[in-house]
């Protein structure tokens, strides 16, 4: 059965992606393979090849995906002062939709949407209750 559509491609498939490509197979026949969507497949060979000339290679191609990975940490990861604001609230009860329009207001440059919160919220597995956040 098929990942869930969104998941990147291991190490181990961009290394038989390659294989399969150096082979002259297609991208679905690649994706039955190794029993992925075809979207998956396409999307890695076409974002994380760097030289068309030389073709997909698996280690390139995971080194690049690493890196784009690493590029998206949110504000909130970064910035420490920032990070121990958004705690501080949380404890203070307020939402991340207040702390969003808290922060445009006073720290523009700083400003971080709720999404972003939320999702700072789940990483570090900070606890939400009906009353209460534990962190």
């Known amino acids: 059965m098929p990942v869930s559509l969104y998941e990147q491609?291991?190490?181990?498939?961009?290394f038989k992606i390659e294989h399969y490509l150096q082979e002259?197979?297609?991208?679905?026949?690649?994706?039955?393979?190794?029993?992925?969507p075809?979207?998956?497949?396409?999307?890695?060979?076409?974002?994380?090849?760097?030289?068309?000339?030389?073709?997909?290679e698996h280690d390139k191609a995971d080194e690049t995906a690493k890196n784009r990975r690493k590029k998206k940490r949110s504000k909130l990861h970064q910035h420490q002062a920032l990070q121990?604001?958004?705690?501080?609230?949380?404890?203070?009860?307020?939402?991340?939709?207040?702390?969003?329009?808290?922060l445009k207001l006073h720290y523009p440059k700083l400003y971080v949407c709720h999404e972003t919160s939320y999702a700072?919220?789940?990483t570090r597995k900070i606890g939400i209750k009906k009353n209460y956040i534990t962190l």
Request: net charge positive; charged share 30%; with cysteine.
């Open 9 to 14: 491609a291991t190490k181990e498939e961009r």
């Open 24 to 36: 002259g197979l297609k991208g679905t026949a690649i994706a039955k393979l190794i029993d992925r």
């Open 38 to 56: 075809k979207c998956t497949v396409y999307r890695d060979i076409n974002r994380n090849t760097k030289d068309w000339r030389h073709g997909y």
């Open 84 to 102: 121990a604001t958004v705690i501080e609230k949380l404890k203070s009860f307020w939402g991340p939709e207040m702390i969003s329009g808290w």
């Open 120 to 122: 700072f919220i789940y």
